[in-house]
């Protein structure tokens, strides 16, 4: 076995059960053997063939050890000839770990419905998307939700509908609702995949 400069060698538990079935005398040997192969290389060279079959298993893990132990330095080796890991960059982060100032916090946003949406392309278009604002989602009435289901002519209880989201806050999910004739349209297409899947 080659010789390297590793200083340890790993005993696992689940040998244990083959050193148990030794004496203390046999434990002893196989102990010092083990530290003796491990520094020197040195084999075991006993009669005892209990001794010698037990030290051949833990050869055998010791070898198969410091191969990977050879390959894993080598391939280290190989890695820092090419340069190694690349350099860390300085970032000046803050105690809290980001970048602003944590002794004057920004104040927290009150998201509003009613935030305009601009861009700066030029000065004239700046002064029309300004006074453009995001639609605030206005909950429909009863009848608006029949006219609507009438119009599509699809089969969805208005009043089951109405009460579902009147329930949950105009939620999709965790979303607010955006568009209440899309969630009916989805309740169609819902409600048609439901009559195709029935087999009565």
Not at 160 to 180: A, I, T
């Amino acid at each position: 076995m080659k010789l390297t400069n590793k200083n340890s060698f790993i005993l696992y538990a689940d040998q244990y059960a083959s050193v148990k079935k030794l004496s203390v005398e046999q434990r002893g040997e196989l102990l010092t053997s083990l530290y003796e192969y491990s520094i020197f290389g040195k084999i075991l060279e006993t009669d005892d063939l209990a001794l010698d079959l037990v030290f051949t298993m833990f050869k055998e893990t010791l070898d198969r050890d410091k191969e990977k132990y050879i390959a894993k330095c080598e391939a280290n080796k190989r890695n820092g000839s090419l340069g190694g890991r690349p350099p860390k960059i300085s970032v000046d982060l803050k105690p809290n770990g980001f970048f602003e100032n944590r002794d004057k916090p920004k104040k927290a946003d009150s998201d509003s419905d009613n935030d305009s949406d601009s861009d700066n392309d030029s000065d004239s278009d700046s002064n029309k998307k300004e006074n453009i604002k995001k639609k605030k989602f206005i909950k429909p009435s009863f009848e608006e939700i029949k006219n609507y289901c009438l119009e599509r002519q699809n089969n969805i209880d208005v009043r089951v509908f109405l009460d579902y989201y009147e329930s949950n806050g105009w939620k999709v999910g965790k979303n607010p609702m955006k568009d209440w004739k899309a969630t009916i349209r989805n309740w169609e297409r819902n409600d048609r995949k439901k009559k195709n899947n029935s087999f009565f």
